[in-house]
Each structure stands twice: as structure tokens, then as C-alpha cells.
């Protein structure tokens, strides 16, 4: 399974962008999938959680009413769309999948699958 996140890029604080992640290969079977963060000299944290269905999604305290994960019919591509963006939002922004199970965790360690990471800068 290959994971493709694009969307990237650089925006001025209030603005918005979306992310997508593309899922790829030997991708049957129900899945949970995420995005997750890493800021410079920080460690990777959870930003959102989708389940496979897309009925159930969860969300870290700081993005919560602002960011807003969602997948498509073919429940290969997930979004993350990223409103009120904040210089603290600065991060390379990653997406993961859940083999194992069909609803989302908070842990980086439940994920098996990650993409390559895509760039997100917020200038104040």
C-alpha cells in the first residue's frame, strides 16, 4: 500500500488549504486513516482521525473547529481541510492508514501505513 499526500504549501495566517491523501496499491480490506504532524525540533503528533465508513472522525483539541477530516465515495482518498490556519499550524503534515482496524486512533503507533509528508507553512 502506497500513501500519497499532496496539498501543501504556503499561506498567510487565517487562510486555508486543503490536504488530500491518496491511498494506492493492495488497498482492499476497511481501514481507518489519520493525519498527523511533526513541527520543526518537535515530534510527531495526531491532528485527525477518520474511520473507514467516514462516520466517525476525531480530532486533536488544537485544530478541533478549524480542520475537518473527511474521505471520498471510493474511500481511497481522505481530505483534510485546513481553515483559520495559524503560524503554530506549521508542520509537515502526514497521512496514515489503519490496517488493522476500521476506526481511527490517536496513537502514531496503531498506523502500519504513512505517506512521504507534505509541507505546510502558516506565516504570521
Known amino acids: 500500500v502506497q500513501l500519497q499526500a499532496s496539498g501543501g504549501g504556503l499561506v498567510p495566517a487565517g487562510g486555508s488549504l486543503r490536504l488530500s491523501c491518496a491511498a494506492s496499491?493492495?488497498?482492499?480490506?476497511?481501514?481507518?486513516m489519520g493525519w498527523f504532524r511533526q513541527a520543526p525540533g518537535s515530534q510527531r503528533e495526531f491532528v485527525a482521525g477518520?474511520?473507514?465508513?467516514?462516520?466517525?472522525?476525531v480530532y486533536a483539541d488544537s485544530v478541533k473547529g478549524r480542520f475537518t477530516i473527511s474521505r471520498d465515495s471510493t474511500k481511497r482518498t481522505m481530505y483534510l481541510q485546513m481553515n483559520s490556519l495559524k503560524p503554530e499550524d506549521t508542520a509537515i503534515y502526514y497521512c496514515a492508514a489503519d490496517w488493522d482496524y476500521q476506526y481511527p486512533s490517536r496513537l502514531e503507533r496503531a498506523y502500519d501505513y504513512w505517506g512521504q509528508g507534505t509541507l505546510v507553512t502558516v506565516s504570521s
Open positions: 477518520i474511520s473507514w465508513e467516514g462516520s466517525s472522525t
Open positions: 496499491g493492495r488497498t482492499s480490506g476497511s481501514y481507518a
